[in-house]
């Protein structure tokens, strides 16, 4: 369950933008901000099933979308690597390296680092 909330708001993230304004909101409240359904519907002045019936057809859209490009899916696998490969840089710094092998192993590891948070 818990990884299906965050490959729905990955999926929000990359395309909320294409959802209807109303989904969009009852979405990011419903992923981002973990509002309760009677929360959201208090909150946006609509039933409870009038929002639970927004996020499930955001969601179907969403994933519709996912489905077309696959741009999450390979979002996900491109910050799996890199991850992979900064653990293989920060496995070399342990390595009796020269001084200069020692500090590409640090620039690789620094330049990945920051390719991973900047997702």
């Known amino acids: 369950m818990a990884d299906d909330r965050v490959m729905q708001s990955l999926l929000l993230d990359f395309y909320g933008q294409l959802l209807t304004d109303k989904q969009r909101e009852t ?3 419903y992923f981002n901000e ?3 359904l009677a929360e959201i519907a208090e909150q946006c002045g609509i039933s409870r099933q009038g929002v639970w019936d927004n996020v499930r057809r955001a969601v179907a859209a969403l994933e519709e979308i996912e489905e077309k490009t696959g741009l ?3 979002f996900s696998e491109t910050q799996r690597s890199l ?5 293989k840089a920060e496995g070399l710094l342990s390595l009796p390296l020269d001084e200069k092998a ?3 192993a640090c ?3 620094d330049g990945l680092k920051a390719l991973l948070e900047r997702g």
């Open 72 to 74: 999450v899916r390979r």
């Open 107 to 109: 620039e690789l590891s």
């Open 34 to 36: 973990d509002l309760s």
């Open 83 to 87: 991850e992979r490969l900064r653990n």
């Open 102 to 104: 020692h500090t590409a």
């Open 27 to 29: 979405c990011e409240l």
